[in-house]
Each structure stands twice: as C-alpha cells, then as structure tokens.
C-alpha cells in the first residue's frame, strides 16, 4: 500500500491515501518528497506532531520547519524565507496559516515538489472533525496549480472520502486504501454499572501495556491512582501538561515502568508501542470515528488484543447531554466573543492578526461564564472563520541575534558578566544571526554551571540591550483574531458550522449509542460496515461472536452470510 502510495504521487498524480491508524503514512510523503527537487508543504491540524516529525527529520539530517499560531511574526518570515532560498525540505503548516496574506505570498516564491494534506477528513463537511479552515487548500492549489497533493487520512466513510476529493479539486479520482478490519483485535462492550472493579478487574485478567481512555483531565489522575492502589502501575496523560511532563509520561509506558496510561483523546497521535494488549474505554467516545482509532492503538503488532468499551445505562443520557454542552446556544457565543474582545480592548473595526495568551480559568471567573461553555464557544467562533483559539500549546524557548558582529563584540567588553552566555548560544546553536534557535536554559545552565534563573535573567538583559530576541518558554492558550472585531449584530454562525454540525453531532452520537447497545451482529462488522465494507466476515471472537458460538448459531450465520456475499458477487459480475 505505500508503495502504491508513494509511486502515485511520485508520478505527479492527486492522490488520497486510506490507512488504518499505525499504518504508517509519514513514510508515503517524505520518500517521494526526498526524491525531488523542491519543498514539500505539508497541513495538518497537529501541532504536537508537527514538532515531533520535525524533531525527528532533524535528527536524520534533513531540514524541516513548522509555522502554526504563536509563532512571531518574525519567526515565520524566516521559516518561509528558508524554504524560498533551498534552506528547508519540508514545511510543515497549520491550515489557520495558509490563508494569511504572507503565506501566499511566499508560497508563490517557493520551488514546492508536492503537497500533503493530513487528517484529511478535516475538509469534508462529513468528517467527525471538520475544519473550515481547511478549505483554504483549494486556494493554495489555485496558487501552485501544477503541484500534486497527497490526502491521508485513518478513518473515512464513503461520503468523505468523496467530499475530500472534491475539495481539494482532484484532477482525476484516485484512492488507494487497506481494508479497516483487524483480526487480532476482540472488540468487546461489556454492560456494568460499576466500572471501575469492571476495569481492575480487565487489568487483571489482560497482561501487558495498556491504555484507558476517559473524557476529563480530573478523571485521568482519578483512575491512575484508583489503578495505582490497586496495584496496577498507572500513569496519566492529558493536553494541559507540559511537554515535558508528557515526554517523561511517555517514556515510563514505553519502557514498562507504566504498565497503564489513563488519558483523555490527547494521547495516541504517534506513539509508536506496538504491543499494547489492552485499550478501554471507561467513559464513551462522541462517535465511531474517534472510537474506531483510539481502539485501534491495540495489538499493532499483530497479536491478540483487546478494544473494550464499558457501558452503563446512565452513558447515553450522558452522550445526549454532551450534545447540547458542544453547541452552547448563539447568545452564549456571542457573548463569549465580546468578551473576549473587550478583554483585550478589541474595538469593532480592529483586531485581525492580534495573538494574545488565554487563561480560560482567569477569564471564566473575570466574565462569570463556565469554562465548557467558554470552550466550546471558542471552538465555533474558530470554524466560523472569527477566531483561531489554539488550547494548551507549550512553546519552546526561541532566540535570534538582531545585533552585528561588531555590536555583540563592544557589548561583550562593556558586560564581561554575560559572555558566559553569549559563548555558550553561539558554540551550540547554529545560525543565530539568520533564524530563531530553539534553545534550552537548563542546558545553557549546566554549561554555564550556574542555575536556570541566572541563565534566564541573563538572557533577558542581552533582549532588553537590542542585541537578542528572547522568546522564553510557556505553556498556555492562545487566541489569534483572523479578522477585524464586528458588532454583534453581524456576527453569523453559518447552518453548516452550527446547525449542520450539530445535527452531525446527533447521528454520530446515536451510531455510537447503536454500537454499545446492538447485541445481535459481530461488533466488527458493524464497525467495517460504518466504514463502507459490507461484506466482511464475521471477526469469530467479539462479544456477541462468543455468544451466538454458545448458542450454537455462529457456524449457521457465517455460511449464511458467505453464500449472501458470493450472490451478491454473482449479480455484480452478471450486472
């Protein structure tokens, strides 16, 4: 299949890519792109996995950079001018970006070899996360017409895979995709009212690593110490902690010192740990979609494993309600917004392009409003096209050198205290004077062998001489205006991101309900036939597959469904 993939692109045709999660689809784009002259542009929405695959190209020795909200205006005039001059291989851009008046403008000045759109579900209308932002492609394609685009994507329905087509102008329909059926992988949902000794007692019975899932970052540490005292090695995980926080989260599961992560949907993008044994849910996804590739993250390796959902009566009232929590009604939003403005003392007429940090807490208590609600309003005025709200992004240190040569050297004899520093920024960090470098205060410190502060304060007298910029490290939202304020009368919410998604919201809420509720077909039939596969076979070791086998009636259907399927073929091919 990548081999497909890659040959494709590489011959300059539009393509679209349908792999399970795991299945490896970086390697479908950076293979083609390394064999040709020029960038390679590529969108996604993940901003902890753009710095991961930059992280990781760097080490191999190939340039690659990253523009998404919260870089300074500056930072991204150097990152686009890289990639304009032959200093950068891939550029890797948040969708929020592409509709900016300086991206299309350099994007025009760059020699770009292809374009790759990832999560590419996200420009389907139909998609469980769609982003309006993403319709911004099509003009980037009406920019560079004569560049092919690569979309990849885990989970589509056969809807979206031909929305997605449509919106990126495909010249010529062209899909490669593996089927989404995993044989290994039991998809159980066991009915309990006490879930909790449900998933110690799952834990006990399933050896090696596992991941349970839950919807609130209180409830990760909640179940991490439940599992904890219950003698299970649990760690927790969820998008408020800091990059360090989740590295060092990450390595002990990697390495076992974990044997369990608790963890809300932040986790998973890119883990790479493929014996997990055992995924559970204890509290249910909003849709098939987000269920079928969080359980997915089980038995990569191709061994027996478990995907298990927990389910009580009281979840689908809970699922219901979260559909009214999601969409706040249209007062709420619009409050929200004016708020937000007058926050920052945003009058009607200003603001676009204006970035400003976003302590939800801080807000909520200022304007009295609830934090959910806060949330969820953001995450509309941003598919509405108002805002772009960017929730707990921790930015790295960065730093520049602005001076020249000749000021740096009279600074250093008139301040003999800060060579220590200057030194140790030009011996390890290359290209000060042409582009930030992400640098760290604690190795600074330990070459300096003085302590983080000291460097931090150092490093804020060499910005406050004109002869650094310093953007220090923080961990915190961010709120960009995408355009000028509008009075409030004005401010529309359009069917499709409000009443529409809404709706969407419903049937995919009512197909998650189905799933756990349906105790008469093959859990991973219902889960393929979602998918667009209706002729899979029965899986043999599901839930409801061990109990037709009890009631002797597995061996029955399965030559049913097969002699349905083979006429089902015959009238094709007659056809």
Same mark, same amino acid.
């Not at 190939?62 to 550029?91: Q, W």
């Not at 990697?254 to 369990?260: F, L």
């Not at 460097?455 to 650094?468: C, D, P, Q």
């Given at each position: ?361 801080? +807000?909520? @208590?200022?304007? #009295? ?8 309003? !953001?995450? /509309?005025? %941003?598919? =509405? ?104 009368? +004005?401010? @529309?919410?359009? #069917? ?8 969407? !919201?419903? /049937?995919? %809420?009512? =197909? ?64």
């Amino acid at each position: 299949m990548q081999l497909n993939i890659i040959e494709s692109i590489g011959s300059g045709k539009d393509t679209l890519g349908l792999m399970p999660t795991g299945g490896g689809k970086s390697i479908t784009f950076q293979v083609p792109a390394m064999a040709k002259d020029g960038v390679c542009i590529v969108i996604t929405p993940l901003i902890a996995l753009m710095k991961d695959q930059v992280s990781i190209l760097h080490k191999h020795g190939i340039t690659a950079k990253a523009i998404f909200s919260g870089l300074t205006h500056d930072e991204i005039l150097v990152a686009l001018d890289n990639c304009i001059y032959g200093g950068c291989k891939f550029l890797y851009v948040s969708p929020e970006r592409l509709a900016t008046d300086i991206f299309k403008t350099k994007v025009t000045q760059m020699k770009v070899c292809q374009i790759v759109v990832d999560e590419a579900h996200c420009i389907s209308q139909w998609g469980h996360d769609f982003r309006p932002s993403y319709m911004q492609i099509s003009q980037i394609r009406d920019l560079l017409p004569d560049v092919p685009v690569l979309a990849l994507t885990a989970t589509a329905t056969p809807n979206v895979v031909d929305n997605i087509q449509e919106a990126l102008n495909f010249k010529k329909k062209n899909v490669f995709r593996t089927s989404f059926a995993r044989p290994n992988l039991a998809y159980i949902v066991k009915h309990t009212e006490n879930k909790e000794d449900a998933l110690i007692s799952l834990l006990r019975r399933v050896n090696g690593s596992g991941i349970v899932y839950v919807r609130t970052r209180r409830r990760t540490w909640e179940t991490a110490q439940l599992l904890n005292n219950a003698g299970i090695p649990t760690a927790y995980y969820h998008a408020g902690m800091t990059n360090k926080e989740k590295d060092q989260v990450q390595q002990d599961w990697q390495k076992g010192i974990a044997r369990v992560i608790a963890c809300t949907n932040a986790f998973g993008m890119g883990i790479d740990k493929p014996d997990v044994r055992i995924v559970v849910h204890l509290d249910v996804p909003n849709s098939i979609e987000a269920y079928f590739q969080e359980a997915g993250r089980a038995g990569r390796d191709g061994n027996k494993s478990f995907a298990i959902l927990l389910w009580s009566g009281a979840d689908s009232v809970k699922l219901q309600r979260n559909i009214d929590s999601s969409f706040p009604s249209k007062e709420d939003i619009i409050a929200t917004y004016n708020s937000a403005c007058n926050s920052q003392s945003i009058g009607v007429g200003s603001g676009c392009g204006y970035v400003c940090d976003f302590d939800i807490n801080t +807000f909520c @208590h200022t304007f #009295k409003r609830w934090p959910l609600t806060v949330h969820n309003s !953001l995450r /509309i005025l %941003t598919n =509405a096209g108002y805002l772009d709200y960017q929730e707990e992004t921790e930015l790295k240190s960065r730093v520049i050198f602005i001076a020249s040569d000749i000021e740096v050297y009279n600074a250093r004899l008139a301040n003999p205290d800060l060579n220590p520093v200057i030194d140790a920024l030009l011996r390890n960090y290359t290209g000060l004077f042409t582009e930030y470098a992400t640098i760290s205060e604690d190795f600074l410190a330990k070459i300096c062998n003085t302590t983080r502060q000291n460097i931090y304060e150092k490093l804020k007298a060499l910005a406050r001489m004109r002869l650094i910029i310093y953007n220090p490290q923080k961990n915190t939202s961010l709120i960009a205006w995408t355009q000028d304020r509008v009075d409030e009368r +004005f401010l @529309h919410l359009p #069917k499709s991101v409000y009443e529409d998604r809404r709706h969407d !919201l419903e /049937i995919r %809420t009512q =197909a998650i309900i189905d799933y756990c509720e349906c105790d008469d077909t093959c859990r991973s039939q219902v889960l393929l036939q979602y998918f667009g596969e209706l002729h899979s076979p029965l899986c043999g070791h599901c839930d409801v597959c061990h109990e037709m086998k009890r009631d002797n009636t597995f061996e029955a259907l399965q030559i049913a469904q097969s002699e349905e399927f083979n006429s089902c073929s015959t009238n094709t091919e007659d056809e």
